[in-house]
């Protein structure tokens, strides 16, 4: 749908046409699906702050500002539900593993040493994005992932641009120093 057609929609959608409402799902879920399972690691989870938000979006139209970008928007609501998903769970990231990675020639050519260092880099992985704060998580998320600027980080989140960048950092820092052990050198012999 087009910049045009989806003002339209969007125009009727306020007006309370549920068919116009359904466009701009069609259009915005998958990426707002993206961007939930990016923030979680966790599918079910990400189809939950999907259905939330569309069903907060739904009920906030009436909110909504004609001058404001909907994408924007939307994506303040995801991060918001996201966030609360994990702060009100106490969410511990759990990925589930992607069914075309394992079924890639170069997954069944790995040597059991490759596939044990690919375990480990998984694990280290895993255990640095759960030891992310909430927040710390989506703005590193909205960031590095969905190559979002500071500013839209801001808008986004609701933050001021300081806030959202220390975020950035604080979430980069700690995955450094998690991720450390990655970097190391791995020889034919360790």
């Given at each position: 749908?087009d910049?045009?057609?989806?003002?339209?929609?969007?125009?009727?959608?306020?007006?309370?046409?549920?068919?116009?409402?359904?466009?701009?799902?069609?259009?915005?879920?998958?990426?707002?699906?993206?961007?939930?399972?990016?923030?979680?690691?966790?599918?079910?989870?990400?189809?939950?702050?999907?259905?939330?938000?569309f069903?907060?979006?739904?009920?906030?139209?009436?909110?909504?500002?004609?001058?404001?970008?909907f994408?924007?928007?939307?994506?303040?609501?995801?991060?918001n539900?996201?966030?609360?998903?994990?702060?009100?769970?106490?969410?511990?990231?759990?990925?589930?593993?992607?069914?075309?990675?394992?079924?890639?020639?170069?997954?069944?050519?790995?040597?059991?040493?490759?596939?044990?260092?690919?375990?480990?880099?998984?694990?280290?992985?895993?255990?640095?994005?759960?030891?992310?704060?909430?927040?710390?998580?989506?703005?590193?998320?909205?960031?590095?992932?969905?190559?979002r600027?500071?500013?839209?980080?801001?808008?986004?989140?609701?933050?001021?641009?300081?806030?959202?960048?220390?975020?950035?950092?604080?979430?980069?820092?700690?995955?450094?120093?998690?991720?450390?052990?990655?970097?190391?050198?791995?020889?034919?012999?360790?």
């Amino acid at each position: 749908m087009d910049a045009m057609n989806q003002t339209a929609a969007l125009g009727r959608a306020v007006q309370g046409d549920d068919d116009a409402f359904a466009m701009l799902v069609q259009q915005h879920s998958r990426r707002v699906f993206q961007l939930a399972f990016r923030m979680t690691r966790n599918e079910q989870d990400a189809e939950d702050i999907v259905q939330e938000s569309f069903l907060r979006a739904y009920r906030q139209l009436g909110s909504f500002q004609a001058r404001a970008d909907f994408g924007t928007w939307l994506y303040r609501i995801v991060a918001n539900c996201a966030v609360d998903l994990m702060r009100t769970r106490h969410h511990r990231v759990r990925r589930q593993t992607d069914a075309i990675d394992d079924d890639t020639p170069a997954a069944h050519d790995q040597t059991p040493e490759r596939l044990a260092r690919s375990a480990e880099a998984r694990r280290l992985v895993e255990s640095a994005l759960s030891d992310l704060s909430a927040l710390e998580r989506a703005a590193f998320t909205l960031r590095h992932h969905e190559g979002r600027s500071i500013e839209e980080v801001c808008r986004i989140l609701d933050l001021g641009q300081s806030a959202a960048k220390h975020a950035v950092f604080r979430a980069v820092r700690k995955l450094r120093v998690t991720l450390a052990p990655l970097r190391l050198p791995h020889g034919p012999h360790s």
